[in-house]
């Protein structure tokens, strides 16, 4: 497995790929893997003939230097997890080179950027739609993939790969889940015993969202059901329900006509979990 710590490298590199006439996929992600990510790794490995994964916690999708700080890191065990899964090639850009010494230019979908998480978490989006164009721009694979658990991102940088006319083919891949249904997540490692036991709730109440089986299912039915096993657990602090249109993400209310996206957020012991579901009419 190659490690690149230069654009130039990882530029070399990939140039060796496309010489052979390789598909290359891509796997952006902050580091400090677990299933999640190796999940997404096959899923290049199933379309493309060489992959690449990029490690860099991006500054700029974070709201609070402290949570920068807090991001958990650990390289080595990354590059295992990497090596064993097979994987071709590591990016590990420096930030000087990501973001160059007066970098100034953003990269922003204006209005899904702005709603829903992104109206509790102002900027995120424009630093990861900014950061994303970036490492596309560095590695030009054919395809990148990206988790479905993080359904407004996903939906994000769908839009802006097709605003941008970037030729890669943005593929979302399922939510991989802890034995109890939790949603795998760097976050889960700082719960405690206790709040990690109950935050299984945020999977049991998009289970009961999804087979909850009135006609006809309404916006408001599906939200009621949710938010009541949520308020079950005591535990658990309800942060965010959206229900919205699954492809614009536009807030929907009344009868379900189309399929919907339910983002769901909740705070155990201080730390935010997020779980997402389609469901359909
Ligand atoms: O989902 C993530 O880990 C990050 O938001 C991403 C896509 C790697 C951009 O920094």
Redesign the pocket.
Same mark, same amino acid.
Request: hydrophobic content about 45%; proline content about 7%.
């Given at each position: 497995m190659k490690i690149c710590r230069t654009i130039a490298d990882c530029r070399a590199e990939v140039a060796s790929y496309r010489a052979a006439g390789e598909r290359v996929g891509l796997v952006? !992600?902050?580091g400090f893997l677990h299933e999640g990510h190796m999940a997404l790794v096959t899923a290049a490995q199933e379309d493309c003939d060489r992959v690449v994964v !990029?490690i =860099?916690v991006?500054p700029t $999708?974070f709201g609070e230097a402290a949570d920068l700080e807090a991001y958990p890191r650990d390289e080595d065990r990354d590059f295992a997890m990497l090596r064993t899964a097979g994987v071709d090639c590591v990016l590990v850009p420096p930030v000087e080179e990501v973001y160059p010494q007066g970098d100034e230019t953003i990269v922003e979908t204006t209005r899904m950027a702005n709603m829903l998480h992104g109206l509790v978490r102002p900027g995120h989006f424009r630093g /990861?739609t900014t /950061? /994303?164009a970036r490492l596309f721009n560095f590695v030009q694979p054919d395809v990148a993939c =990206?988790?479905e658990k993080?359904y407004q $991102?996903l939906k994000i /940088?769908r839009r802006m790969t097709r605003d941008l006319a970037f030729p890669i083919e943005v593929r979302g891949v399922p939510t991989v889940r802890e034995a109890d249904g939790l949603a795998m997540s760097s976050r889960n490692v700082r719960l405690g015993p206790e709040d990690r036991a109950a935050a299984r709730v945020l999977c049991d109440a998009l289970d009961h969202a999804e087979s909850w089986a009135a006609t006809p299912r309404t916006v408001e039915g599906l939200r009621a059901t949710i938010t009541d096993v949520i308020k079950g657990q005591p535990r658990a602090t309800l942060k965010g329900l959206d229900i919205v249109e699954a492809e614009t993400l536009d807030e929907i209310t009344g009868p379900l006509t189309s399929p919907a996206a339910i983002m769901l957020s909740a705070e155990f012991g201080g730390i935010l979990l997020i779980d997402q579901r389609v469901v359909f009419p």
């Open positions: 952006p !992600t902050m !990029t =860099f991006n $999708q /990861v /950061v /994303v =990206f988790g993080d $991102q /940088v």
